[in-house]
């Protein structure tokens, strides 16, 4: 069932058996009225809060490196404020800070869905910080993402616009490692080559922070968070956790 102002755009992948063209909000109501059984919240949610808290506070006490994705996630909720916006690139930083940073205000984790447009988080770290002044702002974005946007740097240096950048540094294009390898047993053409992330922001006149350790990451967010200009931490990221994180996925949905 599509349900929509406008006509569903079908194709071989998107079959639509029913579709309702009209006000979204007048048709669910509509819909609702029509049903009996009701959802009640409860159990499954206490449990897969739960169970996320869990994996949270497990990754903040991992202190290996490159550091595991859930440590990444877990000391960048403790380095910001309940107000302070991150922005999460597209890739397999989304796909773990859309699942694990607990957000305790509207607007304060941002991601790019629907069309998932890749490196929009460091530009759209300048907006938030414009139209945010008084909050603190943090881009997360993989290295390949940051690569497709990073002369943005010079026009937050230039405007004097104030923000942090985090860098998911594995050296390729994760995401698409991590489905390549899942779907297919095996990854094409996902690795490649990055330059010196601390040079290359002081080029511009920014900060430049390298993580060597998992102690590094959460005082180089502090002190980056906490100046008045822009920062660049290069964190490296072991990303093997992905594909145990698809079969975790898989022994939980029959649970629910």
């Known amino acids: 069932m599509h349900l929509s102002r406008f006509p569903a755009e079908v194709d071989a992948s998107y079959d639509v058996e029913v579709g309702v063209q009209a006000d979204i909000s007048a048709t669910l109501d509509a819909l609702a009225a029509a049903t009996t059984r009701r959802w009640q919240a409860g159990t499954s949610g206490e449990r897969i809060r739960a169970l996320l808290a869990a994996e949270l506070a497990r990754g903040a006490a991992d202190d290996s490196f490159p550091l595991k994705p859930q440590r990444i996630v877990a000391d960048t909720r403790a380095a910001l404020g309940r107000g302070d916006i991150v922005l999460a690139d597209t890739g397999a930083v989304k796909m773990r800070m859309a699942r694990l940073y607990p957000a305790y205000e509207p607007n304060t984790c941002l991601t790019s869905n629907g069309l998932s447009a890749m490196a929009f988080a460091l530009p759209g770290a300048i907006g938030a910080k414009l139209a945010e002044p008084g909050r603190r702002v943090l881009a997360a974005a993989g290295d390949g993402a940051f690569l497709m946007n990073s002369q943005e740097i010079e026009t937050a240096r230039r405007e004097r616009i104030p923000l942090t950048v985090l860098i998911w540094q594995d ?77 975790t996925l898989g022994e939980l949905s029959g649970l629910f």
């Not at 899942?182 to 430049?208: C, H, I, K, M, Q």
């Not at 998992?214 to 005082?219: E, T």
């Open 171 to 247: 050296d390729a294009y994760g995401l698409i490692k991590w489905k390549m390898d899942l779907e297919l047993g095996r990854n094409v053409a996902t690795s490649f080559s990055n330059p010196d992330f601390a040079a290359y922001a002081e080029s511009f006149g920014a900060r430049g922070y390298w993580v060597t350790s998992a102690g590094d990451l959460l005082p180089a967010l502090t002190e980056a968070l906490a100046a008045d200009t822009v920062s660049v931490i290069a964190c490296p990221v072991d990303y093997s956790e992905n594909l145990r994180l698809t079969g």
